[in-house]
């Protein structure tokens, strides 16, 4: 394996994190996979009316932070269902969300791009790219409590995004920026579209940056070296399997993260570990959204 | 000496930051005049001076407010909000419908005319603010309105859009509403074209023309209440006189307000449709005395006609 599935890795990587932290890690992968294949699946049956923004093959970024980080201020976009299961989120609360009801994270009113939960400190979306940037600098200014703030590499290149790291940088602010970098502006690759990267920009501001794959113990390895020294940036190279919107899918993704992360898990000798993992949150999941379609 | 309105709006942005952890967030505030004097010198550990970086500077006042500190966000000249509009329009007025949660930023858009600012420094843009859901929007020109706008915040989570005119912040006396039993039309006034209205009404009394000048502050919610309709009902005409674009804005909203809420014809006149620029001819500013008195002599003559 070569290429943007193994920039940046460093040896012995996976030791980073101890074997609970690790399946803790991983839960939450699962997490997002199973619950995200119910989104496709309660879409795809018209019982999701809206707009979808589907994680599946990005979730082992947020996965990897939120073992590392707890009790921040959370800001992420529209693409963010892994993020808010990730750190904990409510998950029927997100089931009802998707399915328009009043009993949704956002009263039904937001749908996919515009979710919250107060009880985990994640800030809602209102669907323009990158604007959460500056209002996550917003909150760190405002409260002075460490907050992360997630963003896509389009997002990247509004202007306002760049103006904010710098006022952070400016301001020594306690906020830990990331890029879950998939390389698609909806279909149109970065290559089309600029010949810069955000970690250069970052570290031209005077912040510590990364440019690395999402293998999450190395963005767990980064995150906690990061975190003693923020503002900080890390630009996660990644691969979006589904539709920028919706549920179609066009190639295979160049990797499959989730995949890699069971080989791991494997070769490091917790194979019945992950596998019971799997089935319980799987289970678990598909139980969930079953329940909550019933009532709708 | 009477408190000017630029002196209640120091003392009230210096009680806001000292006793309350307030914030005040702008672009060059702290110099040149402290926005003519609107800013406390006293309080820069509260005070953020912004990059010109406009979206990123209203995003980030805006992300104050959601954290609660209930910010001051200045806008020198009301012209930079079409930059900054977009986290306030897009997230802090949507935010309570949306996700539950208000996000009370206090915006100061500080309107100028009539000294050659030109193209981009001399708009009084209140009129589309009124157009977004979800955000207060006023226009205070004396310090007792200006006291009433901040209780009104402090006592509520929305935001609160704050149409200022430098022309006002000398302005010492309240200004009340003229009502006539007899009178023959009724003026309401907005923003700087108050002052001009209060000279129109005492040049009108020369043509022998009584009117009612009533005072408009609150532009959004408006309420059509007693005091507003009440004179109208008696005159039987109407004019709203705003310091804000006409076409579209809140002279001819109001009046159209005015006019469905009572059956009485009511006519707007604001700021020409057309580019200010640095040329006298080209100011376009708010609607002087005497365009008031001729508008108004207008009206009661196609009234005399019909």
Not at chain 1, 44 to 67: D, F, M, N, R
Not at chain 1, 111 to 123: C, E, H, R, Y
Not at chain 2, 37 to 48: A, R
Request: with cysteine.
């Amino acid at each position: 394996m070569t290429g943007l599935a193994t920039l940046g890795t460093l040896k012995r990587i996976n030791d980073c994190l101890n074997p609970v932290e690790s399946l803790a890690m991983f839960r939450r992968m699962c997490l997002t996979r199973y619950f995200e294949l119910e989104v496709a699946k309660h879409y795809k049956e018209k019982a999701i009316h809206g707009p979808v923004y589907l994680s599946i093959g990005q979730e082992s970024i947020s996965a990897a932070i939120a073992t590392v980080i707890s009790g921040w201020y959370i800001l992420a976009q529209h693409r963010a269902h892994s993020v808010y299961l990730a750190f904990g989120g409510d998950i029927v609360k997100l089931i009802d969300e998707l399915l328009g009801l009043r009993s949704g994270c956002s009263g039904g009113l937001g749908g996919s791009p515009s979710i919250q939960d107060k009880d985990i400190k994640m800030i809602g979306h209102h669907g323009l790219i990158g604007e959460n940037v500056p209002l996550a600098v917003g909150v760190v200014l405002g409260t002075g409590k460490p907050t992360v703030c997630f963003f896509g590499d389009a997002a990247a290149e509004e202007d306002y995004v760049f103006s904010s790291m710098g006022f952070a940088q400016t301001h020594q602010l306690p906020i830990l920026f990331v890029c879950e970098d998939n390389n698609l502006s909806i279909l149109t690759q970065k290559s089309a579209r600029r010949n810069w990267e955000l970690a250069d920009v970052a570290r031209g501001l005077g912040m510590p940056a990364v440019d690395i794959t999402d293998d999450p113990w190395l963005i767990a390895h980064y995150t906690r070296e990061f975190i003693q020294d923020l503002p900080a940036f890390i630009n996660v190279r990644t691969c979006r399997h589904y539709w920028h919107v919706g549920v179609g899918v066009d190639n295979p993704p160049e990797w499959d993260r989730f995949r890699l992360v069971k080989d791991n898990l494997v070769e490091m000798g917790y194979l019945t570990q992950f596998y019971a993992v799997e089935k319980e949150v799987k289970k678990h999941v598909e139980e969930l959204w079953k329940q909550r379609s019933q009532i709708r | 000496m009477e408190a000017t309105l630029a002196d209640t709006i120091r003392e009230i942005t210096r009680k806001h930051l000292k006793q309350n952890d307030g914030l005040l967030l702008g672009q060059a505030i702290s110099a040149v005049g402290w926005v003519n004097q609107t800013v406390p010198d006293d309080c820069m550990e509260n005070i953020i001076e912004l990059p010109m970086a406009d979206v990123a500077g209203a995003g980030i006042a805006v992300g104050t407010a959601i954290a609660g500190r209930r910010p001051i966000f200045i806008l020198r000249f009301g012209d930079f909000l079409w930059l900054a509009s977009s986290p306030i329009v897009n997230y802090a007025a949507k935010s309570k419908q949306i996700f539950g949660v208000g996000v009370p930023v206090f915006i100061r858009a500080l309107s100028d005319e009539n000294y050659g600012l030109g193209i981009v420094h001399s708009a009084c843009l209140h009129s589309v603010m009124m157009h977004v859901p979800g955000i207060r929007v006023c226009a205070p020109m004396t310090p007792g309105e200006y006291e009433e706008v901040w209780r009104v915040f402090m006592n509520n989570d929305d935001p609160m859009f704050v149409s200022e005119h430098r022309q006002s912040f000398q302005q010492e006396d309240e200004m009340r509403d003229t009502v006539e039993a007899d009178a023959d039309i009724t003026i309401y006034a907005i923003s700087l074209a108050r002052y001009h209205a209060v000279k129109a009404v005492e040049i009108l009394k020369k043509y022998d023309v009584k009117c009612n000048l009533v005072h408009i502050m609150w532009l959004k919610p408006f309420e059509l209440s007693y005091r507003l309709l009440e004179p109208l009902r008696v005159s039987k005409k109407g004019l709203v006189v705003d310091s804000d674009y006409a076409i579209a804005g809140a002279s001819q909203s109001i009046a159209y307000e005015l006019t469905e809420a009572t059956g009485h014809p009511v006519t707007a006149m604001g700021r020409k449709d057309e580019s200010m620029g640095i040329g006298q001819h080209l100011i376009h500013g708010t609607p002087t005395a005497e365009k008031i008195v001729d508008k108004v002599l207008e009206v009661m003559k196609n009234a005399k006609d019909r």
